[in-house]
């Protein structure tokens, strides 16, 4: 089967017709492919700024149709509609159990599921969505209805999911809120829209792209800046104070420390962007228990894959969450190359493989 290949970090992504997956083992569904959304992350794995294994198969935000069970897999039965959850929780740990499954303890991504030329390859976070076929644990091929379009469905899978989960589900954010987003791409805007349905007010997006802040404005934004107009910005609608919450949807230090900086006495730090190990943010002892200022990491937007997915659908049924108007380009697995270069320019959103 077709599908792109990362065979050396730092260098451009391949495309092969020399994929293969295995049959679905015990426990494993095999998913066709119909939609995957190009997300940061893929690209900083390619990267190497977020670990990856090698050969890659990048691609973690898709939708698809299930085709074939493992052996004494109950479902979801061939031909449901699903989106691919890149943290299968196992219900079972004490994490899941204890309402936090989005850092489920025992995830492991399915092992040597795909070959490339025949050598074992592996899917990128353990769904590799760039590619026709894939096989996952049953546990990540989570159903939604047939009538939702796989598009939609398939920017659910992360960047809906992480944004507008970090508002509602990490932050809890409550209506008339100061929310300050930093980095307004497909995950900033979904923190964006995430703000205007939890009913915040200001929400300021800022972005060093001008283009992306047209967007950010369209998406719920009430105030945006350049990074340059930030600070004029937090004195005039925050009177100083600072907002009561910052969302860091880059994930770099600098970015990290203005979220921090920008946000009031007492107030909340979501760290959305992830970043490398590399990368260390620095915070004095004083600053950190003086001012009660919190600072919390987010993972897949807090969400639970097994309600939260439905739960942003009927969102978007309803007509409270843009989920068309974030697919800015509809490519082939040819163009993933471009598409990671494509992120960086205005008029870009998320870009879409369409299979
Ligand atoms: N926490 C999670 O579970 C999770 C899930 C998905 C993605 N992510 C991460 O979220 C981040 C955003 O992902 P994305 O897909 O939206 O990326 P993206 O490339 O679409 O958007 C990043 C945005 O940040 C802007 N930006 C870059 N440097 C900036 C700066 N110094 N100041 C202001 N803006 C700046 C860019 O112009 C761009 O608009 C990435 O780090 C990604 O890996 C985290
Ligand atoms: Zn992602
Ligand atoms: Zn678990």
């Not at 700024?49 to 109950?74: D, T």
């Not at 769904?127 to 379009?149: K, L, N, S, W, Y």
Request: proline residues 7%; charged residues 20%; aromatic residues 4%.
């Amino acid at each position: 089967m077709r599908g792109v290949i990362l065979r050396e970090t730092g260098k451009p992504v391949e495309v092969t017709d020399e994929l293969a997956v295995r049959p679905p083992g015990p426990g494993e569904v095999r998913v066709r492919l119909r939609a995957a959304g190009v997300c940061h992350s893929d690209l900083s794995m390619c990267e190497g700024r977020l670990p990856a294994r090698l050969p890659l198969v990048p691609g973690h935000e898709g939708a698809g149709v299930v085709v074939e069970l493992g052996p004494g897999v109950s479902g979801p039965p061939v031909g449901t509609h699903v989106i691919l959850s890149w943290i299968p929780p196992c219900g079972s740990c004490a994490l899941c159990l204890g309402g936090r499954p989005n850092l489920c303890v025992s995830v492991r991504p399915p092992s040597s599921t795909v070959t490339v030329a025949g050598e074992p390859a592996h899917a990128g976070l353990g769904v590799g969505c760039f590619a026709e076929e894939t096989v996952v644990d049953a546990r990540a091929a989570i159903p939604i209805p047939d009538d939702v379009p796989f598009d939609v469905a398939a920017v659910v899978g992360c960047a809906v999911l992480t944004g507008v989960g970090a508002v509602i589900n990490t932050a809890e954010v409550r209506p008339g809120s100061s929310v300050l987003v930093i980095g307004c791409g497909g995950v900033g805007i979904n923190v964006i829209q995430g703000a205007r349905l939890a009913a915040a007010a200001p929400v300021l997006a800022v972005d060093q792209v001008p283009e992306k802040l047209e967007a950010a404005r369209a998406f719920g934004a009430t105030h945006v800046a350049t990074p340059d107009e930030l600070g004029d910005a937090v004195r005039e609608l925050t009177g100083g104070l600072g907002f009561d919450y910052a969302f860091e949807v880059v994930g770099r230090p600098a970015t990290i420390r203005q979220a921090w900086q920008a946000t009031r006495r007492g107030g909340t730090t979501v760290v959305v962007g992830a970043g490398s190990r590399d990368d260390l943010v620095t915070f004095n002892a004083a600053e950190l228990f003086a001012t009660e200022r919190r600072l919390t990491g987010c993972l897949y937007g807090s969400g639970d894959v097994r309600t939260d997915f439905g739960r942003l659908l009927r969102l978007w049924r309803a007509g409270r969450l843009d989920l068309e108007g974030l697919i800015s380009r509809r490519i082939t697995l040819d163009e993933v190359g471009e598409a990671f270069t494509a992120m960086g320019s205005g008029d870009v959103i998320r870009s879409l493989v369409m299979f």
